[in-house]
């Protein structure tokens, strides 16, 4: 995609090793480790240290492969059966983005394929998989941005929420794919970065990530998106997802909706960007989709020091539902579709 801008590979098998960059250490510190067991890698989704719905299932599908691997059993019957205990295992991880559950069912398909196969052949063919899931969700967000930039031009300021970027994929992002190709391309584009609470993904993340490409990006707190919008300064505000229900219901981090209604209020496009991987036609309308629900902890301390009382009563959902009333259009790397979404999103797989 681009010669100039920092590459960042934050999910890399590399000498039969599984390595992520923990984004929880982010941006004090760039730190890779290891997975060596299905288990690593469900602690490392489960905890955030591999997030972003693309790189949650490439994670997840080379953790199958890792369990697979070490499956001791030559007979194929009993390598499905096992393989399909550790499907589910990983797919407890973490409930709402659709990537992790598209990735295993994948691995375990591709596996049911190879009846005629030995279980060591099989082995094989499983992380020649995962490397291809790793390698199309590049391409699809590379397909991404030159979508996206079409609906963009030079001297736009976009705002975005959460870290749909290089982090939170196999490269580049989604929601951040076409700005990357606009600072490619010599064009002026101004960022402005929601923090995100709780876990402040935008602040330590989409800001870390846009600024050592040289991307100008500006960092606001999330209560601040209202203001910064009724000065005028923003032309569009993409962010990605972590769901697309059937009907353009979008499920994303916690406080997208909140950014949809002000965009509307306002009158500024409010697109979307994401693979078909997070398209779940299955998932009729967004009331369907999990939500999942994350420690007290995350909102009654920060930084390690309490920030409330003791015993006070927390509600900390992790993602919110967009309605696609609000949506102006959703950017795949097969097109942009806008209303009606659910015509539009059926066509995509036709
Ligand atoms: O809880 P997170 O950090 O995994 O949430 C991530 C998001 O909400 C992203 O916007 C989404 O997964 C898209 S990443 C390309």
Known sequence: ????????????????????LDQTKLPMETFYTKLDTIEDVWDAIFHL????????????AYGLYIAARDIESDNYEEFCMKLKKHSSYLASSRPTAVNLFWALNRMEARAMECRDKSVSEIKVILLTEAHNIRNE???MCIAIGENGLKLLANGMTVLTHCNAGGLATA?????????YLAKDRGWDIKVYADE?????????????????????????????????MKKGIIDAVIVGCDRVA?????????????????????????????????IDLKTLRGEDIPIEERHEDEITCAFG???APEGIKV???AFDVTPHQLITAIITEKGIVTAPFDEGLKGLFE
């Open 246 to 278: 059937a009907n353009g219901d979008t499920a994303n981090k916690i406080g997208t909706y909140g950014l949809a209604v002000l965009a509307k209020a306002h009158n500024i496009p409010f697109y979307i960007a994401g693979p078909t991987s997070t």
């Open 196 to 228: 995100t609470r709780p876990l402040l993904q935008g602040a330590r993340l989409t800001t870390w990530e846009l600024s050592r490409s040289g991307v100008d990006v500006t960092l606001i707190c999330d209560n601040m998106a209202a203001m910064v």
């Open 1 to 20: 995609m681009t010669s100039t801008l920092e590459k960042i590979q934050s999910v890399k098998y590399e000498h039969d090793k599984l390595i992520i």
């Open 315 to 317: 509600y900390n959902p």
């Open 171 to 179: 490269q580049y992002g989604t929601a951040l794919a076409p700005l």
């Open 305 to 307: 020091k309490r920030t």
């Open 137 to 139: 969700d590049e391409a």
């Open 49 to 60: 240290k591999v997030r972003g719905a693309p790189a949650i299932g490439i994670a997840a």
